[in-house]
């Protein structure tokens, strides 16, 4: 069965691209099965010519000691919508729905969603969040419509114990 129909989860009036892009830690996240057990998440963003975005995703797998995963999905601005939604292809020619429904106003932390409310990121731009912090956002995303029984914090661990290929700014 479908639940009912929810409206579409408000997009934040507009990001600059290159303000928003560099290195964002996750703070929060709504875990997929793959990623269920993630340490130390970074995602990574750079601008290419063609106004596609190169991202990187890595984290440690199952501890903070856990080896080092990676993933490069290609983000696609949609058009209309002042840099806010995006596709993300992790695989030919499927794309996920990528929200930027709320952004600070120095871009130090942002919320990205879907409309679906299946997954959730809390992302900024440092690795740490006071737990009052937390607990705001989270309760924005609650505000969205999102079931909190999966949502959770990701565990962030800085410095690491082994290096890490650097991510460029």
């Known amino acids: 069965m479908f639940g009912p129909k929810r409206d579409p989860i408000p997009l934040v009036p507009e990001v600059d691209l290159p303000r928003f892009m560099g290195t964002w830690y996750e703070i929060g996240f709504t875990p997929i099965f793959l990623v269920r057990d993630a340490h130390n998440g970074v995602e990574h963003y750079e601008l290419n010519d063609d106004g596609t975005i190169a991202t990187t995703y890595q984290y440690r ?5 856990g080896e080092l995963k990676t993933d490069t999905p290609k983000g696609f601005v949609e058009p209309g919508t002042n840099n806010a939604l995006w596709g993300m292809q992790f695989v030919w020619p499927f794309k996920g729905e990528y929200r930027i429904v709320h952004l600070e106003p120095d871009y130090s932390v942002t919320i990205i969603a879907r ?35 999966e949502f959770k914090r990701h565990p962030q661990q800085w410095p690491e114990s082994s290096p890490r290929p650097p991510l460029t700014d």
């Not at 797998?61 to 000691?65: I, K, V």
């Not at 992302?123 to 029984?149: C, H, K, N, V, W």
Request: proline share 2%.
């Open 115 to 149: 409309n679906k409310r299946d997954y959730v990121w809390l992302m900024a731009r440092e690795p740490d969040m006071s737990e009052a912090d937390f607990e705001r956002y989270r309760q924005m995303i609650g505000d969205m419509g999102y079931d909190l029984t």
């Open 61 to 65: 797998d199952g501890a903070f000691d």
